[in-house]
């Protein structure tokens, strides 16, 4: 069975489609414009799910950050992404999608010098599972107050990935 490299949709400053490529292709210190997504998961008691990325992953290993992230394959909705992230990250059903911050885009470098480059739209779910994570997505996680994490990221943002604090300083009251 042959496995095709997962892909990610080219995009120019409009958000307009121009073209595809390979994920571990685009993903360098010269990283193109592209499409992604970040979701911040609830659960029914208004508790945010905090996510530590794997110490396996080559962008941002061992930092905590939203609940997942990911990119929309080429032709794929945005919220069939988000259903399959949810569920190959961390093994949960997520319901309630709603979109939070549209026009999120941010240009970001981590340590080890590989850029992120994405229009990424923030949306919030609400889910009643329990997380299993996928280890070689998740290495642990942690359930908090949103207004706890919102002063956490503030105060210092460096223990956290850089677009989780840019989003919670856009999050709307
Ligand atoms: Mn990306």
New binding site residues.
Partial sequence: MTHLPEQ?VLVDDAGSAIGVAD?IA??TED?AL?L?FSCHVYNPDGQLLVTRRALSKL?WPGVWTNSF?G?PAPGETQEAAIARRAQLELGITVTDLQLVIPDFRYRAIDASGIV???I?PVYRAITVDVPEPNPSEVAEFAWVEPEQLRAAAASAPYAFSPWLGWQLSRWPD
């Fill in positions: 990610v994920k685009v993903h990283t592209h992604a962008t992230c990119h992120e480059n994405e990424c």
